[in-house]
């Protein structure tokens, strides 16, 4: 059974910068799109970035709340995607999730997240 594990999430400051994991042990991530989403308390999860296959090119492309704050990078050596989140707003605590697919209604292998909490 597909199941994620994120990890690296933590409590920070305004202004700081964390780098989460992501990994699906068995599963080789390299074939498939992959998905960051996140879900704050009282609202719905949402996509927040999308990491195409290496056949789909490899690219990126973020919700523009996290355009030029956060990059999706990916070391297939590892079997390993990153989230790498600067410039941390408190707008952006929530429990971070990663799936095979990019479209958070079809997106499968749902993990239990990583907590990420910024405040001052």
């Known amino acids: 059974q597909l199941q994620f594990v994120e990890s690296g999430g933590g409590s920070v400051q305004p202004g700081g910068s964390l780098r989460l994991r992501c990994a699906a042990p068995?599963?080789?991530?390299?074939?498939?799109?992959i998905g960051w989403f996140r879900q704050a308390p009282g609202k719905e999860r949402e996509g927040v970035g999308c990491?195409?296959?290496?056949?789909?090119?490899?690219?990126?492309y973020y919700a523009d709340s996290v355009k030029g704050r956060f990059t999706i990078s990916r070391d297939n050596t590892k079997n390993t995607v990153y989230l790498q989140m600067d410039k941390l707003k408190p707008d952006d605590t929530a429990v971070y999730y990663c799936?095979?697919?990019?479209?958070?209604?079809?997106?499968?292998?749902w993990g239990q997240g990583t907590q990420v909490t910024v405040s001052s």
């Open positions: 068995g599963f080789t991530l390299a074939y498939f799109a």
């Open positions: 799936a095979i697919f990019c479209d958070v209604t079809v997106a499968e292998g």
């Open positions: 990491s195409s296959s290496s056949d789909g090119g490899g690219g990126a």
